[in-house]
């Protein structure tokens, strides 16, 4: 059963395109949700982060959207860049319930030239 | 700070073998955990630790065995090598108590025969 489910597989955007993955859970109690960046070759590492009693999160040209109602949350990525190249996993936590993250099966971003 | 380090980065077993995949963290996390990332899959939980001496099951745990005797080392046990096995593995840690950001290490890519 995958309680985060995230898309697309992959994308590909124009350099100072806007970036748009899209994910949706199933738990009302997850309590956080990191946005997880991975290069190839390298384990994951944290890049934005939001919480359920906010809507919108933004840091630099990465902003989170969520929509508590819906149970979605999305990843934007503005000015896309050649360097964000790279998979990126959405994911949930239920902070009171043993701290165990739920990873959505990732997107592979290509931003061309 | 070295962070979380794991060895070996690469390992090819044979069907059946058994062998150990070591993770350590210096930044005296208390809660560490193994993943496997296969594609398509995304991040799938395999064993988690809230502290010394404390282990517990994540989502694909058979095959695989783990144990906490410090704070510092997680080593994960793959007791007899299978052809499913073979995967990227990574170790994590996370200070809960902190924050949720979790750190990974850059990941053993193990292959069976």
């Known amino acids: 059963q995958q309680q985060v489910k995230q898309s697309p597989q992959s994308l590909i955007v124009q350099k100072g395109g806007i970036s748009i993955i899209n994910c949706a859970y199933e738990?009302?109690?997850?309590?956080?949700f990191p946005w997880y960046q991975q290069f190839p070759g390298k384990g994951p590492a944290l890049l934005i982060a939001?919480?359920?009693?906010?809507s919108e999160k933004k840091e630099g040209r990465f902003t989170i959207s969520f929509n508590k109602s819906a149970k979605q949350f999305s990843l934007h990525i503005m000015d896309s860049q050649p360097g964000d190249s790279a998979t990126y996993f959405c994911?949930?936590?239920?902070?009171?319930?043993?701290?165990?993250?739920?990873f959505g099966t990732g997107t592979q971003l290509k931003v061309e030239l | 700070n070295a962070g979380v380090t794991q060895t070996p980065k690469f390992q090819v077993l044979k069907t059946g073998q058994s062998m150990t995949l070591q993770c350590a963290q210096d930044?005296?996390?208390?809660?560490m955990s193994w993943y496997r990332q296969d594609p398509g899959m995304g991040l799938r939980l395999i064993h988690y630790s809230v502290g010394a001496g404390i282990t517990d099951q994540g989502e694909v745990p058979n095959g695989y065995n783990v144990s906490r005797s410090t704070t510092e080392d997680f080593p994960l046990r793959l007791l007899s090598a299978a052809p499913s096995q073979t995967s990227v593995y990574f170790c994590?840690?996370?200070?809960?108590?902190?924050?949720?950001?979790?750190?990974f290490g850059p990941g053993t890519r193990l292959t069976v025969l």
């Open positions: 939001i919480r359920p009693d906010v």
């Open positions: 994590a840690s996370r200070d809960y108590r902190q924050g949720n950001e979790q750190f």
């Open positions: 738990n009302t109690a997850f309590d956080y």
């Open positions: 930044m005296n996390h208390e809660y």
């Open positions: 994911a949930a936590i239920l902070t009171g319930g043993g701290n165990k993250l739920t």
